[in-house]
């Protein structure tokens, strides 16, 4: 069995509810005022916050120690991707050991939701979310990272070693 309340007269004014807002609202301004050393404000462009270490920021694609990219081009990355913004074009490697490796990898940043599948998905340590967040340009055509900027940017100094070594995977037969 279900009660229905009729709504008080007081309760149809809507002045009461704006006033109680507007009353917490000159409160906490007020509290904040009066004790501003209390108060969490960075300063930003001078001052910016730390991080941990697990934040996830922009995407990094990493490099072997020769300084070649460790991606195999395998597209696990872009088939785990829920907003489907990594593209992937593959061709035949000059080696005969390394079976292919991505000519071009394009990430469209306005359209990642930095979740972290891509990072999760890869087995070879390829891609990487960074520390790094902040993303700032001009234009929409500057949030389409390829492989220069994922891998070789100025702020990875030439490129992010990846975990994976080479040589211990050739002992275990990977």
């Known amino acids: 069995m279900s009660v229905v309340k009729r709504p008080s007269p007081k309760a149809k ?21 009066a004790s501003r050393k209390d108060m969490i404000t960075v300063q930003y462009p001078e001052e910016k916050f730390q991080y941990s270490d697990r934040f996830k920021g922009n995407h990094i694609l990493t490099v072997k120690k020769d300084g070649s ?3 195999t081009a395998c597209m696990l990355c872009a088939t ?6 990594i593209s992937i074009t593959a061709a035949e490697h000059d ?9 071009s990898y394009e990430i469209d940043i306005l359209r ?5 599948y891509c ?19 001009p234009a929409g055509d500057n949030f389409i990272y390829d492989i ?3 891998a070789y940017r100025a702020e990875n100094k030439g490129g992010v070693l990846s975990k994976v070594d080479d040589q211990e995977r050739h002992k275990r037969g990977l």
Do not use: S
Request: proline share 9%; glycine share 6%.
């Open 69 to 71: 990219l460790r991606c």
């Open 112 to 116: 990642c939701v930095f979740c972290g």
């Open 148 to 150: 220069t900027k994922l």
């Open 80 to 85: 785990h991707c829920p907003a489907e913004c």
């Open 95 to 103: 080696d005969p050991e390394v079976e292919k490796y991505p000519i």
């Open 13 to 33: 004014w809507y002045i009461p509810g704006i006033l109680t807002g507007l009353k917490i609202t000159i409160k906490h301004m007020l509290f904040n005022l």
């Open 119 to 137: 990072e999760e998905a890869c087995p070879v340590d390829a891609i990487r979310m960074g520390p790094e967040h902040q993303t700032a340009a």
